[in-house]
């Protein structure tokens, strides 16, 4: 269904230095994560989900800027990226995310992914969708099968620049 992308070894040691310090400054600023994760391995969390936005990027041919402490700001372009580590995961939605933004599903690890496909933030606020696991807040969690295909977001690039 969706786009293989491996990374090179430079574009992995890159993405691998920018979620090392995602979780250098969380540690320093002792931030706890803002959605229920336990941060056991929040290392895993930071440095897949930094080569998932270089993925993203690659696969558009757009900027990455690997930013740091900023949060709610788009990850590439105006796109939100999701990383998965399996292939069968869905893609989660949280309730306070932004309506209109773009979210991309990426699964795999590293370096070798899958970018599955996209959804606007409204179209995955979908009752049927919510789940809590554990003792973590609801969410949305978008199957794989209602997502919009990759290539539609590629071929529509205009869509996704900032």
């Not at 250098?24 to 897949?48: C, M, P, V, Y």
């Not at 700001?73 to 933004?101: H, M």
């Not at 606007?120 to 789940?131: S, V």
């Amino acid at each position: 269904m969706g786009v293989r992308v491996d990374l090179s070894w430079y574009e992995l040691e890159l993405a691998v230095n920018v979620g090392v310090r995602r979780q250098t400054e969380s540690l320093r600023k002792n931030l706890q994560d803002a959605h229920g994760f336990n941060g056991e391995d929040g290392w895993t969390k930071h440095i897949e989900g930094a080569c998932g936005e270089m993925v993203v990027a690659k696969l558009l041919g757009m900027y990455w800027d690997g930013s740091v402490n900023t949060f709610k700001k788009p990850d590439v372009g105006t796109i939100q990226v999701r990383t998965r580590s399996k292939s069968t995961y869905d893609l989660i939605v949280r309730p306070n995310d932004e309506d209109d933004s773009i979210f991309v599903l990426v699964t795999g690890v590293a370096p070798s992914f899958e970018v599955v496909g996209f959804i606007r933030g409204g179209d995955a606020k979908q009752e049927a969708w919510a789940e809590s696991y554990g003792d973590r807040p609801s969410a949305f969690f978008v199957p794989q099968e209602s997502l919009m295909p990759i290539e539609n977001l590629v071929q529509q690039r205009e869509l996704v620049e900032a």
